[in-house]
């Protein structure tokens, strides 16, 4: 029989910590600079906005088609990052589960803490508008969450760290419980981390059920469509 394939897959859960790290890292720099520069230590105000809220994740893309690209085969092969047209409908019913099991969620964390689980970017959005209504950067922060949000948390959660717990030989379900739980204590909201953690299993199944993240990725563009819109809709 022919030798069996050579794994020349050189990235993992080191490689996963880190493009963490690094989003970390940049996002702390931005604020220092954020901040300083505005003169306001509670409030991002202006091209700060969309600044804070895009350059990080930005950076945190470069890394992970960096790893993909010098320590595998790329990012379509290794972490999923493939699109289909069914991809859109698949996503359409992640996000419908995702919104139901999240608001079940929301509304327990509601009833028991006496506070609605609320996203901190639409908290730093209303505060940057500070009772002015919509702004251009507002609505470009919105553009962000929509579009490039969701494609870096999809690739770096349900593509580069799934793919790295598979390599170890997790199961699929071990893999959506543990991308799932990191998705939630990545955003650093105790409150809303039970919603984040539904939201993540709903976006887990995208990839169980198609094998791939582009399902993910639409689905998560979905539920970021909802509170963007939700949060001009206030604004305005």
């Known amino acids: 029989p022919p030798p069996p394939p050579v794994d020349d897959r050189q990235w993992g859960l080191g490689d996963a910590f880190l493009t963490l790290a690094v989003f970390f890292l940049v996002s702390l720099v931005v604020g220092i600079f954020a901040f300083g520069l505005s003169g306001d230590d509670e409030v991002l105000k202006g091209a700060w906005l969309p600044i804070a809220v895009g350059l990080p994740p930005a950076i945190q893309l470069g890394h992970v088609l960096w790893i993909g690209r010098t320590k595998g085969r790329g990012v379509a092969q290794d972490f999923g990052f493939r699109f289909r047209p069914s991809d859109l409908a698949v996503g359409a019913g992640v996000f419908v589960a995702g919104v139901i099991a999240a608001g079940a969620i929301g509304s327990i964390i509601f009833e028991v803490f006496d506070q609605e689980p609320s996203a901190s970017v639409a908290e730093m959005a209303e505060d940057s508008a500070g009772g002015s209504g919509i702004t251009v950067w507002i609505v470009l922060?919105?553009?962000?969450?929509?579009?490039?949000?969701?494609?870096?948390?999809?690739?770096?959660?349900?593509?580069?760290?799934?793919?790295?717990?598979?390599?170890?030989?997790?199961?699929?379900?071990?893999?959506?419980?543990?991308?799932?739980?990191?998705?939630?204590?990545?955003?650093?909201?105790?409150?809303?981390?039970?919603?984040?953690?539904?939201?993540?299993?709903?976006?887990?199944?995208?990839?169980?059920?198609?094998?791939?993240?582009?399902?993910?990725?639409?689905?998560?563009?979905?539920?970021?469509?909802?509170?963007?819109?939700?949060?001009?809709?206030?604004?305005?």
């Open 141 to 236: 922060l919105a553009i962000l969450a929509v579009t490039l949000v969701p494609v870096v948390e999809e690739l770096v959660f349900r593509g580069l760290w799934w793919s790295a717990l598979a390599k170890k030989g997790m199961s699929e379900g071990a893999c959506l419980v543990i991308t799932s739980a990191t998705f939630a204590l990545f955003h650093f909201e105790p409150l809303r981390s039970p919603v984040l953690f539904v939201l993540g299993m709903a976006l887990g199944f995208g990839r169980i059920r198609t094998g791939r993240i582009g399902a993910s990725i639409a689905g998560h563009a979905y539920i970021n469509a909802l509170g963007m819109t939700a949060l001009l809709v206030d604004l305005a």
